[in-house]
């Protein structure tokens, strides 16, 4: 046993620190029933940001087999949006769910058995990445990457670990959350006090929607206070992630000598100039553009369809277009549309945004613009369109 100079073991230590701990934490919120009602919470909340991330992170990666469907127009909006909105709200439920169950956290010994050693790893697995998944969320969001690693790769695998733990944490208390949450249980002198609690943590999250919803849904767009981006602020009255300048291209020289060519697997390869693609008959469509920080924009865009250009160039129905860049690096500089995609009317390499010509920064003298698409997958500066 190890002794300190005064005597005490550290064990002994230990036990007077827990004992201390509790006793600072002994209001009547920290109990089984209040942890349920946030548990339950949770779950909900973190089963949406889990499916919903997957959809993210599938239509961003799209395996060889998998098809994502051009319709509903705004799906991607609306799952994008619940997912950074929704795990934004999340914050406040996990933070008054952990300071409910603090004192647990604290016991001593930290396990008794190999069981029980194992499902505290699985909390503190849970626990941990919950809050790296929420904090590291929230800086990306805010453009603020403070870390060498791929974000989008360690949001990725840590939401597996994640949602893993939460499943099998939600098996082994199941039956303290039925009997807690469901069970009816005379009123006791805290009751109101734990409804006070709850209802204040549900105003929370819910102010934390309010504030940031705006950023995809126009009419709430003055109450978006903490949004990283307002959906009208941005040239021509669409938001900007990555500018002309950002990319390495200039939008004179484009104009000067620019050409989108069509190559690959056709029957007659393109090379158009900008005053031939003016030229073409004109289609417009009212498309949004939705970020994978959750923010998206509505307007209306003009240019010509990307089925009529394969088409002409004689482009198999089933064939895949990878749609390249004058930007000269980067992970997006080039996206893949499938069949699903290019064959739809409202799929443009577009011309003009809102009546105008493209700004720079909205990728003049070309760019894509497809429905229910992440605006990543919306390359701008479009200059060869490769077909397999």
């Given at each position: 046993?190890?002794?300190?100079?005064?005597?005490?073991?550290?064990?002994?230590r230990?036990?007077?620190?827990?004992?201390?701990?509790?006793?600072?934490?002994?209001?009547?919120l920290?109990?089984?029933?209040?942890a349920?009602?946030?548990?339950?919470?949770?779950?909900?909340?973190?089963?949406?940001?889990?499916?919903?991330?997957?959809?993210?992170?599938?239509?961003?990666h799209?395996?060889?087999?998998?098809?994502?469907p051009?319709?509903?127009?705004?799906?991607?909006?609306?799952?994008?949006?619940?997912?950074?909105?929704g795990?934004?709200?999340?914050i406040?439920?996990?933070?008054?769910?952990?300071?409910?169950?603090?004192?647990?956290?604290?016991?001593?010994?930290?396990?008794?058995?190999?069981?029980?050693?194992?499902?505290?790893?699985?909390?503190?697995?849970?626990?941990?990445?919950?809050?790296?998944?929420?904090?590291?969320?929230?800086?990306?969001?805010?453009?603020?990457?403070?870390?060498?690693?791929?974000?989008?790769?360690?949001?990725y695998?840590?939401?597996?670990?994640?949602y893993?733990?939460?499943v099998?944490?939600?098996?082994n208390?199941?039956?303290k959350v039925r009997?807690?949450?469901?069970?009816?249980?005379?009123?006791?002198?805290?009751?109101?006090?734990?409804?006070r609690?709850?209802?204040?943590?549900?105003?929370?999250?819910?102010?934390?929607?309010?504030?940031?919803?705006?950023?995809t849904?126009?009419?709430?767009a003055?109450?978006?206070?903490l949004?990283?981006?307002?959906?009208?602020?941005?040239?021509?009255?669409?938001?900007?992630?990555?500018?002309?300048?950002?990319?390495?291209?200039?939008a004179?020289?484009?104009?000067?000598?620019?050409?989108?060519?069509?190559?690959?697997?056709?029957?007659?390869?393109?090379?158009?100039?900008?005053?031939d693609?003016?030229r073409?008959?004109?289609?417009?469509a009212?498309?949004?553009?939705?970020?994978?920080?959750?923010w998206?924009?509505?307007?209306?865009?003009?240019?010509?369809?990307?089925?009529?250009?394969?088409?002409?160039a004689?482009?198999?129905?089933?064939?895949?277009?990878?749609?390249?860049?004058?930007?000269?690096?980067?992970?997006y500089?080039?996206?893949?549309?499938r069949?699903?995609?290019?064959?739809?009317?409202?799929?443009?390499?577009a011309?003009?945004?809102?009546?105008a010509?493209?700004?720079?920064?909205?990728?003049?003298?070309?760019r894509?613009?497809?429905?229910n698409?992440?605006?990543?997958?919306?390359?701008?500066?479009?200059t060869?369109?490769?077909?397999?």
């Amino acid at each position: 046993m190890v002794r300190r100079s005064d005597g005490k073991s550290l064990e002994r230590r230990a036990e007077e620190f827990v004992r201390g701990v509790s006793g600072r934490f002994s209001s009547g919120l920290h109990s089984e029933r209040t942890a349920a009602q946030l548990g339950v919470w949770l779950g909900l909340s973190f089963t949406v940001a889990f499916v919903t991330g997957l959809v993210s992170h599938f239509m961003q990666h799209p395996p060889a087999w998998l098809l994502w469907p051009s319709r509903p127009v705004n799906l991607y909006r609306v799952t994008q949006g619940a997912h950074v909105i929704g795990g934004l709200a999340t914050i406040p439920l996990l933070l008054a769910k952990l300071w409910t169950v603090y004192p647990r956290l604290f016991q001593w010994p930290p396990f008794r058995s190999a069981p029980q050693a194992v499902e505290r790893a699985l909390v503190l697995a849970l626990v941990g990445g919950s809050l790296f998944q929420l904090v590291t969320g929230l800086l990306n969001i805010s453009y603020a990457y403070l870390w060498p690693f791929s974000f989008t790769a360690a949001h990725y695998w840590t939401a597996y670990l994640v949602y893993g733990a939460l499943v099998i944490h939600v098996v082994n208390e199941w039956a303290k959350v039925r009997a807690r949450f469901w069970t009816r249980e005379p009123v006791g002198p805290g009751d109101m006090a734990r409804r006070r609690f709850l209802a204040t943590v549900a105003a929370a999250s819910g102010v934390t929607v309010l504030v940031t919803v705006g950023e995809t849904y126009p009419p709430l767009a003055r109450w978006a206070v903490l949004a990283p981006r307002g959906p009208r602020i941005g040239p021509q009255g669409v938001p900007v992630n990555k500018t002309a300048a950002a990319a390495g291209v200039s939008a004179v020289a484009a104009d000067a000598g620019y050409r989108l060519t069509v190559t690959g697997a056709v029957r007659t390869p393109l090379s158009l100039t900008y005053a031939d693609l003016l030229r073409w008959p004109q289609h417009t469509a009212r498309l949004p553009i939705s970020c994978v920080e959750g923010w998206s924009a509505e307007a209306e865009w003009a240019g010509i369809r990307l089925r009529d250009l394969l088409a002409r160039a004689g482009a198999a129905p089933d064939a895949v277009v990878t749609v390249e860049s004058l930007e000269r690096g980067g992970a997006y500089r080039s996206s893949e549309v499938r069949s699903p995609h290019w064959g739809d009317p409202l799929t443009l390499l577009a011309l003009r945004l809102n009546g105008a010509p493209l700004a720079p920064d909205h990728g003049f003298p070309l760019r894509l613009i497809a429905p229910n698409r992440p605006g990543v997958l919306q390359t701008k500066w479009v200059t060869e369109v490769v077909v397999t």
